[in-house]
């Protein structure tokens, strides 16, 4: 997108005052690899109100590489990338461990974020996050669970709300990725992946999760050696709905991630047919996703614009924020110690700024 005309006008008294509503959020994404990568060309080419202006990466050819793809500036330090005035705001999608730096950059910073998930790895520092937005006093950081803007999960989010289905009981759910990036471990299971059912747990019901407990069955031959995968992961919130997530990280296939709801009066399934389902002389079927940017592609793309959106109109936050990315950094801390000891794990969020 080729962007025309006015930037973000800071206040001239505070830069953490707020922007007035303005054409154009000058845009800088931390971190380019898969995900990054993607999420450059999301703003270059299709979210209305923003200009990707510039991309930072701690490797450096890999920042010119991308730079020059989309014809921005290329910023060699992440930290300067945070500070530059020609950068209104930020995208976050380096890897999760240093998510907490940088974000507490920005918000020294003042700067609107979009962190992708998870917020941080643990339970304390994504609480040093809020802490640090409450003491703000503005929102600033929306944390990237994408699938709140998938239209299965909001439909289902509006079902359980409606009450027509009576109370939720269970929720059935499978996420499974085709393959792992190198050096995934099994933590990783639990703090990149099942992050996702642990806010959509929240998403749809409304409600915080109070316990986890994590069982490691034999290990697919598939999985990289010593990867403990398939995983199985039992929640439950405080009004006593249970979630259970299988988790398997190496289907070799392809990528599908389903929830059924049991309620007290009906039930309902998402995500089993994306797209078409064919009935030929060749066999009856649809396709499978290859990967999360087929099968979330439109969420993503909702996020974006809704986020610009926010930044635009000086609430920088539309969707899951610091609390949001807390709470599901608590309950995978909590399952990462189950899956160690066996135990079912209770979470303590503490008290909500
Ligand atoms: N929402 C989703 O569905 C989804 C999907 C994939 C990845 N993610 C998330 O996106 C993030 C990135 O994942 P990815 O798969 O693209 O990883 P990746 O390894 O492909 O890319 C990460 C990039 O960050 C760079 N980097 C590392 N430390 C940095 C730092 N301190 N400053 C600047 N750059 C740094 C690396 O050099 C690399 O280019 C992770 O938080 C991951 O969990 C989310
Ligand atoms: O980082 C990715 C991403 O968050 C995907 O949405 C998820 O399906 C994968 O399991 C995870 O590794």
């Not at 921005?72 to 020609?86: C, G, L, N, S, Y």
């Not at 930020?90 to 974020?113: Q, R, S, W």
């Not at 996702?196 to 990289?224: C, N, Y």
């Amino acid at each position: 997108m080729t962007s025309t005309s006015s930037t973000l006008v800071l206040d001239p008294d505070s830069a953490r005052q707020g922007y007035d509503r303005a054409e154009t959020v000058r845009v800088a994404v931390l971190g380019v690899g898969m995900m990054g990568q993607d999420h450059a060309r999301r703003l270059a080419t299709l979210t209305a109100g923003a200009e990707l202006v510039a991309v930072s990466d701690v490797d450096v050819a890999r920042t010119d590489a991308v730079a020059k793809e989309f014809g921005v500036r290329a910023i060699h330090d992440p930290k300067a990338a945070i500070t530059d005035p020609e950068v209104d705001a930020l995208v976050i999608a380096t890897p999760g461990f240093t998510h907490e730096e940088l974000v507490l950059l920005a918000l020294d910073a003042g700067k609107p974020v979009l962190c992708e998930k998870p917020l941080t790895t643990s339970a304390q520092t994504s609480r040093r996050i809020v802490e640090k937005e409450a003491e703000l006093g503005r929102r600033l950081v929306q944390v990237g669970f994408m699938r709140r803007f998938d239209a299965g999960y909001q439909q289902l989010r509006a079902l359980i709300a409606s009450g027509e289905y009576g109370a939720p009981l269970f929720l059935h759910c499978a996420h499974r990725n085709a393959t792992t990036p190198p050096n995934f471990n099994s933590e990783q299971l639990m703090l990149d992946s099942v992050v996702h059912e642990v806010d959509a747990t929240r998403f749809l019901t409304g409600e915080e999760i109070v316990a986890i407990r994590v069982i490691a069955p034999r290990s697919s031959t598939q999985a990289p050696e010593g990867l403990r995968d398939p995983q199985f992961v039992i929640m439950e919130t405080e009004s006593g709905v249970l979630v259970d997530v299988e988790i398997f990280v190496n289907t070799t296939f392809g990528y599908e991630v389903r929830t059924e709801l049991v309620a007290e009066k009906g039930q309902a399934r998402i995500g089993q047919h994306e797209g078409i389902v064919t009935q030929s002389a060749a066999g009856w079927g649809g396709s499978i996703a290859k990967d999360f940017k087929e099968r979330f592609g439109a969420a993503y793309d909702i996020e974006f614009q809704r986020w610009i959106d926010a930044v635009r109109d000086g609430s920088n936050v539309d969707g899951p924020g610091v609390w949001d990315g807390y709470a599901a950094a608590a309950v995978c801390e909590a399952g990462v110690r189950s899956l160690h000891t066996g135990e079912r794990v209770e979470i303590d969020l503490g008290p909500r700024p």
